[in-house]
């Protein structure tokens, strides 16, 4: 069993206070349908031709919104001021970089596919106008849109990560990223998280402060048929590395495709 210190540099963590109440826009319940959609769920769809449809994509819940015009970015606004929490987000055909950014100054970007996958912001501030952007144009397509009134408290413990992997002849890696927090000597699992085509993994867990400081963890990379390669790396972390007011950490990791282990990574800490 391999072993790192400060191993948590792989993941960018940003802290994020569990939402007490928020509201999801899913496009289905009540039902959605046709072009020009209006206000729905709290949110004014009115300043761009966003439309509601179903594709049929792979992981899709149900019905979707996607723009009706040839255009490569769009606009919602929420009637009551609040924080984009996450959304599932697909694309009809190819693959392309969507961003999100908002009239509070925050932005997140992730790659996305045909398959509808749940993306976490990690915003934290109130605002109004929410723009997307799309390299792909027409062909995107959003569900679930979550949202909470109001800002986000910052808190240690509930985290949102994401990490970019790549073995060290320059491919990405395939398959999932199995986290786990070591709890007296068990593993309890924080979550699995797939890598997606362009090798990057995202998601949220929840962290137990409380265990005796360092905190220890276990990483496996899981294969696309979801067996373990390699054996677990565990690393520790001081509790100090989880303060209220750190709003992330970038990561770039590079693996050893020979011995799945970690040979680099460059790492930059967000304030």
Same mark, same amino acid.
């Given at each position: ?212 400081? %360092?905190? +220890? &963890? #276990? /990483? =496996?990379? !899981?294969?696309?048929?979801? @067996?373990?390669? *390699?054996? %677990?790396? +565990? &690393? #520790? /972390? =001081?509790? !100090?590395?989880?303060?209220? @007011?750190?709003? *992330? ?23």
């Amino acid at each position: 069993m391999k072993k790192f210190c400060f191993l948590a540099l792989v993941f960018a963590l940003t802290a994020v206070e569990a939402p007490a109440q928020t509201t999801v826009a899913n496009f289905d319940s009540p039902a959605c349908s046709g072009r020009a959609v209006g206000v729905y769920q709290g949110i004014d769809f009115s300043l761009s031709p966003w439309a509601c449809e179903n594709p049929g994509l792979t992981g899709q819940t149900g019905t979707s919104i996607s723009w009706y015009h040839r255009i490569y970015s769009g606009d919602f606004k929420l009637q009551t001021p609040g924080t984009l929490l996450s959304l599932s987000a697909a694309t009809s055909s190819g693959s392309g970089t969507l961003t999100i950014s908002t009239d509070a100054g925050e932005s997140y970007s992730h790659s996305i596919d045909t398959t509808f996958q749940k993306l976490l912001t990690g915003f934290t501030k109130a605002a109004s106008l929410i723009t997307v952007k799309y390299s792909g144009g027409r062909t995107i397509e959003l569900d679930n849109i979550m949202y909470q009134t109001g800002s986000v408290s910052q808190t240690p413990g509930t985290l949102s990560l994401s990490a970019t992997l790549t073995w060290d002849d320059g491919t990405p890696v395939a398959g999932s990223l199995n986290l786990s927090q070591v709890a007296g000597t068990s593993p309890r699992t924080l979550g699995t998280f797939a890598i997606n085509s362009s090798g990057s993994a995202s998601g949220t867990v929840n962290i137990d402060l409380t265990q005796p400081d %360092p905190l +220890t &963890f #276990q /990483v =496996v990379l !899981m294969g696309p048929n979801n @067996t373990a390669l *390699g054996a %677990p790396a +565990t &690393f #520790q /972390v =001081v509790r !100090m590395m989880f303060p209220s @007011t750190m709003t *992330g950490i970038m990561a770039k990791i590079v693996l050893s495709k020979s011995t799945t282990t970690i040979k680099s990574f460059d790492m930059g800490l967000v304030p």
